[in-house]
Every structure is written in structure tokens, then in C-alpha cells.
């Protein structure tokens, strides 16, 4: 219980770190082109994380007082890599929906990952929907729609839809993440699931887009805190943490992550939601408390 409440007191962190990069990315994809911030965000925790761990990390080491071995380190790595390729793209449609998009806008749409999860872990495990988590979609969907359409007939704006879309990966990455964290070293999860992204940005960014970047503050302090706080850090905390904890209460804590992006948004540049996109951003939140807490239902999931 007390490694439970460490883990999640360390999964807020995460949330206060996340919530604040939305304003900072923001205003650094002014000036240098979406992906290629994603590789040099993702090359630099790469390198971090391989010096902090170092070689002998890949080996791994029996357990003690005997036992079954714990996976290979390759299939570890391998295990990291299939989380990181959701990741990278939870965090592309993301990153290039923000250039469409309010930060605290974006923030709330992605807070739908919360509710994406327990019904993603339902298919995963074969478990029928609980009423709470059906009427929680609803709910949420209702306030998605009252953020992102613009008009009566029904029109979503390009950077809203990248971010929900951008949701659905996350979720899947924080499934995948909590099948795999329990019985592999959170290390070398670590290393492949950044790994993973890297690799893939660093593939895409010189033909998919027309790479450009101007090395000014914003884009120097973005990338320094994404890769380094946002990234290296956090998802090593993650990985560790949800040894501890489960898929479905990680959701449930990532659902600050929105509350914590607002206040940057609005302290730094004073980016407020109108009426209709906070009572939009109401719903969502509700929503979410109403798939993950569960009152109509408290049945819980296995916890994997």
C-alpha cells in the first residue's frame, strides 16, 4: 500500500509537468516544424536515459531467492518499443494539433484519455462495459462536442480532431504500458518506449514535413524541458510507477493533467475558455470521474 500511494503520489507529478509543457510546446512549434521537435524531444531523453542506465542494464539479473527469470532484455526492450510507437503517435497528432488549437483546449480533449482507457482495457480483457464507464463516455463525448463544434452544423476544427484521435493512442500506450510494467524491468521499458519514438520521428521528419528551425529561447527551453522533465523522467516514472498501480487508476490521476495545463495557460498567457468550451470541459471531467470512480458500478477491473 505505501510503494501504491508513492507510485501514484509520483503519477501527479507527472500531471503538474505535463499540464505546464502544452503552453511551452505551443509557442516552440512556432518556430521549429512539429516532428522535428518531436525527434530532437525524444533523441535527447534517449541519450539521457542510455548514460543514466548504462550497458549493463541490458543484461538484467536473476531474481533473488530464486524463481522464474524475468523476461529477456531484448523482448523488455521490444515490449517498450510496441508502447512507444502509441506513444509517438499519441504525442504527433498532439503536437501538430496544437498549432490549430487553444493549449487549454487541447489539454481537456486529451484528458479524454482517462475515459478511453477502462474501455480499451474492457476489450483487452474481455470484459463487458460497467454502466458508469458507458454513461461516462456520453457524458464526456456531450462535453467534447460543446468544446470543439464550431457551429450547429457540426464542424470540428483539424487541430480538435488530431488531439481527440492524438487521446485514443495515449490511451492504448497507457493499456500496453500497465500489461507489460509488473513483470519487466521499468528500465528498459524506459529506454524502448523513448527509443522507440525517437527512431520514428528521426525517420519521418526529412520528408513528411519541410523540417525548419530557429534556434531561439522558446524552442531551446522546449526542448530541454519535454526531453528532459517531460519525457526522460516522466515516462520513467510512469513505467516504475505502474508496477504499483493499475492501468484504470493512472487514467484517473491523468485527469489533473487538463485541470493543471488550464492554470499555466491562463497564468502565462492568459488563455481562458469561453462559457461554452468550459461548460464543454465540465462534462469532459465529469465524464471521467464517472468511468473511472464507478458509482453505478463498483465492481472494479482486474487490475491487469
Known amino acids: 500500500m505505501n510503494r501504491r500511494k508513492v507510485a501514484e503520489a509520483a503519477l501527479v507529478w507527472n500531471t503538474v509537468i505535463w499540464g505546464a509543457t502544452f503552453v511551452l510546446v505551443k509557442a516552440a512549434i512556432r518556430d521549429v516544424s512539429p516532428i522535428l521537435f518531436l525527434a530532437l524531444r525524444f533523441s535527447l531523453a534517449t541519450l539521457v536515459l542510455a548514460a543514466l542506465w548504462g550497458r549493463p542494464s541490458l543484461f538484467g539479473r536473476p531474481p533473488a531467492g530464486g524463481g522464474a527469470p524475468p523476461p529477456g532484455p531484448w523482448q523488455t526492450v521490444g515490449a517498450g518499443a510496441l508502447a512507444g510507437t ?57 462535453g467534447l462536442g460543446l468544446m470543439t463544434l464550431r457551429s450547429a452544423a457540426g464542424a470540428v476544427g483539424p487541430g480538435d480532431a488530431m488531439t481527440f484521435f492524438g487521446a485514443f493512442w495515449f490511451a492504448a500506450y497507457i493499456v500496453t504500458l500497465g500489461h507489460f510494467s509488473e513483470r519487466m524491468s521499468f528500465k528498459l521499458l ?31 527551453y522546449g526542448i530541454l524541458v ?18 504499483y498501480t493499475t492501468s484504470i487508476r493512472t ?8 485541470v493543471f495545463a488550464w492554470i499555466t495557460s491562463y497564468c502565462l498567457l492568459g488563455e481562458g475558455l469561453s462559457v461554452r468550451a468550459a461548460a464543454g ?5 465529469g465524464g471521467v470521474v464517472l468511468a473511472e470512480l464507478k458509482p453505478l458500478n463498483p465492481r472494479l477491473h482486474p487490475s491487469r
Open 251 to 258: 487514467a484517473l490521476i491523468y485527469m489533473l493533467e487538463p
Open 281 to 285: 470541459a465540465a462534462l469532459i471531467l
Open 190 to 220: 524506459s529506454i524502448g518506449q523513448v527509443g522507440a519514438a525517437a527512431a520514428i520521428a528521426l525517420s519521418l521528419f526529412w520528408w513528411a514535413e519541410s523540417p525548419h528551425v530557429e534556434w531561439r529561447p522558446t524552442v531551446v
Open 86 to 142: 502509441f506513444l509517438f503517435t499519441g504525442y504527433l497528432l498532439q503536437t501538430l494539433g496544437l498549432q490549430f488549437t487553444a493549449a487549454a483546449k487541447s489539454a481537456f480533449i486529451t484528458g479524454l484519455t482517462s475515459v478511453m482507457v477502462p474501455l480499451l482495457a474492457a476489450l483487452v480483457y474481455r470484459i463487458r462495459p460497467q454502466p458508469s464507464e458507458v454513461l461516462g463516455v456520453l457524458v464526456a463525448m456531450a
Open 226 to 243: 519535454t526531453g528532459l522533465l517531460a519525457t526522460a523522467l516522466a515516462f520513467t516514472i510512469q513505467a516504475w510507477a505502474q508496477q
